[in-house]
């Protein structure tokens, strides 16, 4: 499959890839401006290659697969959800630029929240980056998905909630999980296969229901209820107010000399409805890194 395709501009995919972290599943390449994404579609994992062709204010990309070639719409459709291709970004940055994000949003104007192409993977890396700083997390997920996952094309593909109900926390252990987190990894997973739980299907409930019933799991606070929402549901309204990195970037932005409380935080965030993940994106790239 090679498909072109232009957007409505802006879409600043070059500020994207410098944000993206070479995640197993994600091979981004600044200098060639393009990005290899290791995507689920239905159960199938892809590797597609998207190459912008345009610029900011005229987007085009070269999108090629060497998969799923018998259902090209369904791939496309899971691709441009995935890097945000619909969502208005000149409309959300004008919004928190009028809403005293101006300088911020400046700093990398239009950028897309590209989202994880993997739902289930989306949701036991954020466990697993509870409470770790960036380096170390990246470090045990990719131990994980090179472990128990699956390789194509030079691309990681997360192992499938029932492989990863068969593990042992042991294991895990070995691979220097906490014994905690790697509970919580495995309990999650047969969670899942248990009670017949579709990821997929969490695109028909709201933000506070999606929460209730993550958080009711052990191991699953607001933090990795509200950051799964954001990369691997794409919800274009979440403000995560434990998160360090938001926490270090409103203190820097509004020259505080403590990080924010919790209420000065929602005070602040909520001038910025309904695009609260996007100031988080913009806040994050304030402090030149991703979450925290």
């Known amino acids: 499959m090679q498909k072109t395709i232009s ?8 500020q994207a890839l410098v944000r993206l972290a070479p995640d ?9 401006r393009t990005l290899r994404l290791g995507i689920l ?39 441009a959800a995935v890097m945000q291709f619909d969502v208005p970004l000149g409309k959300i940055a004008a919004h928190l630029s009028e809403n005293g994000l101006k300088e911020t949003v400046n700093q990398s104007f239009a950028v897309p929240f590209i989202r994880d192409a993997q ?41 499938s909630p029932e492989s990863v109900s068969r593990i042992e926390p042991e294991e895990l252990r070995e691979m220097q999980f906490s014994q905690r987190k790697a509970e919580y990894v495995i309990d999650t997973a047969r969670w899942i296969i248990e009670e017949g739980i579709r990821l997929e299907e969490f695109t028909h409930l709201t933000d506070a229901e999606i929460e209730a019933l993550l958080t009711k799991r052990r191991g699953i606070g607001r933090w990795t209820a509200e950051n799964f929402m954001m990369f691997g549901l794409g919800r274009p309204n979440l403000f995560p107010v434990g998160d360090i990195g938001v926490q270090n970037a409103l203190k820097k932005e509004y020259g505080l000399d403590q990080k924010p ?20 994106l913009y806040l994050w790239n304030s402090l030149g890194n991703g979450p925290s």
């Open 41 to 79: 579609s239905g159960e199938k994992p892809a590797a597609v290659t998207i190459k912008a062709t345009g610029s900011t204010e005229k987007p085009e990309f070269t999108i090629v697969s060497d998969d799923y070639t018998e259902n090209e719409q369904t791939l496309m459709q899971n691709v």
């Open 261 to 280: 409380d919790v209420p000065f935080m929602e005070e602040a965030s909520a001038k910025w409805a309904p695009y609260r993940s996007y100031a988080t």
């Open 7 to 14: 957007l409505k501009g802006p879409y600043n995919f070059d």
């Open 24 to 32: 197993p599943w994600t091979d981004p390449d600044p200098e060639t």
């Open 119 to 159: 739902l289930f993977g989306s949701l036991i890396k954020t466990i697993i980056h509870q409470q770790l700083n960036m380096t170390f997390a990246a470090v045990l997920t990719n131990r994980f998905v090179r472990g128990y996952g699956e390789e194509k094309d030079g691309l990681w593909f997360f192992p």
